[in-house]
């Protein structure tokens, strides 16, 4: 089909090549919401969510490891919503669908017509590693729209030459960092490609500079609590790269992962897509482009976790769907739609590897079957299970395993005794789970937990999720193992034993700066 911009199409046709591919997007972001909602209510929460569930009873400018976004956005869902699963999932797919939306608005920007945009909205929904993302809630599920809306308003700020929508960029960004860091590097990598590019030209506009006053006023409440708490992020960066958590890939092997992560079939687009930006056709907009490069290459030589450049891809299937759009000018209908619709049959096939749309039973028969299993991003030992799904199973019964032992001390006792949480996994789900079974809030050293203190308890009697006997054994007076926790399908790591210790050597408020854990 032609570009909508072709020549010789009258006003009435080329609104309704507008119109016809306006519904045909809204179908297709209409879809990728539908796909959330329905696997969002299978296996359970994922670690991470309890611990967002955890943060945002405890809102502040910042966390120890993000920013204070997510915690507020995950503060709203409760309020409005409840903080059932279905509930808490709602607001990350409907910012998956606005992703899509996003994808096929920016083709249209760049010139491309109903093929384009809906090729490049059908690459935005089947990527694997963007369904996943978008499956959980996470900062991940709403940072491509920052990068992706920021992307955009400098698009319009080429076409149209308005350079105050920098003030919106300069929102976007602001609100971006609340949500993540790493907008400060794609916004980076963009000043990058301006600089790079004739664009330059708007940095000498004033309304740039006010956009990243904005940007910075915005951000500064997260900057002050990072200075006033001594910058506790980059000290878990730093605890996090000598520990050797993260699997080292090589820049071969990560680019492999995201090859696989974006869907084997999409490399032809995404390719395209870098042609894009530095053919003639998309010669304006050639500071994406290298803001793209800028932000891989920084991933790639930091810290190369497979899906930190999830959130940049949909600019390349923007651009690719443009190209292609082009090459595939004149070929009949059935020709151009023969890659689409192998884009979703094979997305329906890889989609179990990325939501949870089968039986844990039925998903490890679908692997083996199939030879395929998502990329590992940690180096923990895994069981029949990948991560993003093992991670999601044993909450509940954890917490009614400990319940068991709390509600077996004296009554005088309990209001005493502590939980306490070796990691903020295991804190988060007593949480959540341990009003229904009379458990009082958990304790934990772990990230943020640290910084929440002890609430009062003194040691005297507290409940010990994992741990060494014998490490307990030289803080406390007495130490019983108590109870064991279990799940077939949990991470190996959430197998452990429960201990019961009374008489802490010294008062926990005493200890609690050892307990420290930022890793």
């Excluded at 001390?409 to 007593?430: C, D, H, M, S, W």
């Amino acid at each position: 089909m032609e570009p909508s911009s072709a020549p010789g199409l009258d006003a009435g046709h080329k609104d309704r090549l507008t119109f016809t591919a306006t519904t045909a997007i809204l179908c297709i972001a209409a879809c990728k919401l539908l796909i959330h909602l329905y696997a969002g209510r299978h296996y359970g929460y994922f670690v991470d969510e309890l611990y967002y569930l955890a943060c945002s009873r405890h809102l502040d400018w910042g966390y120890v490891d993000q920013p204070p976004l997510i915690a507020l956005i995950t503060w709203i869902a409760r309020t409005l919503l409840g903080d059932s699963l279905p509930a808490i999932r709602f607001l990350p797919a409907l910012s998956g669908a606005g992703e899509v939306a996003l994808t096929a608005l920016i083709a249209r920007e760049f010139g491309g017509g109903r093929f384009a945009q809906g090729l490049a909205g059908v690459a935005a929904v089947v990527a694997p590693g963007i369904l996943g993302m978008d499956n959980l809630l996470s900062m991940n599920a709403f940072e491509p729209l920052f990068w992706m809306g920021g992307a955009w308003v400098l698009i319009r700020i080429v076409k149209t030459g308005n350079h105050k929508l920098w003030i919106w960029f300069g929102i976007l960004a602001g609100f971006g960092l609340e949500n993540k860091y790493s907008m400060g590097m794609f916004g980076a990598g963009i000043v990058f490609g301006l600089l790079l590019t004739p664009e330059r030209r708007v940095l000498r506009s004033p309304w740039f500079w006010i956009a990243g006053a904005i940007a910075f006023l915005i951000f500064l409440p997260n900057l002050l609590w990072n200075f006033q708490h001594h910058f506790p992020f980059l000290e878990l960066q730093a605890n996090i790269r000598r520990s050797g958590r993260d699997v080292p890939l090589t820049p071969l092997a990560f680019f492999g992962q995201e090859i696989l992560s974006m869907h084997p079939l999409t490399l032809p687009l995404w390719l395209a897509g870098l042609w894009f930006y530095f053919s003639a056709l998309g010669k304006p907009f050639r500071a994406l482009g290298w803001a793209w490069v800028f932000t891989a290459a920084v991933i790639v030589f930091l810290s190369p976790r497979v899906y930190y450049l999830f959130p940049a891809f949909p600019l390349l299937f923007a651009g690719g769907s443009v190209i292609w759009e082009r090459w595939l000018v004149g070929r009949p209908s059935w020709q151009r739609l023969v890659w689409p619709a192998l884009l979703v049959v094979t997305g329906a096939i890889l989609a179990p590897l990325a939501i949870p749309v089968l039986p844990s039973e039925t998903y490890i028969r679908y692997t083996k079957a199939l030879h395929l299993a998502p990329p590992a991003i940690e180096t923990h030992r895994l069981g029949p299970l990948p991560q993003i799904f093992a991670d999601q199973f044993g909450w509940e019964e954890m917490a009614a395993t400990v319940a068991g032992v709390y509600n077996s001390l004296p009554p005088e006792v309990r209001p005493k005794t502590a939980i306490f949480g070796q990691n903020y996994g295991q804190a988060a789900a007593i949480d959540l789970f341990g009003p229904k079974y009379g458990l009082p809030p958990a304790i934990s050293g772990h990230q943020s937990y640290f910084l929440w203190g002890p609430r009062g308890y003194t040691g005297e009697s507290v409940i010990v999720l994992a741990g060494r006997q014998q490490d307990l054994e030289q803080r406390f007076a007495e130490v019983r193992k108590v109870a064991s926790v279990y799940h077939p399908y949990s991470m190996p790591y959430e197998h452990f034993d429960v201990y019961y210790c009374r008489g802490l050597k010294q008062t926990l408020a005493e200890i609690w700066p050892e307990v420290k854990n930022w890793d």
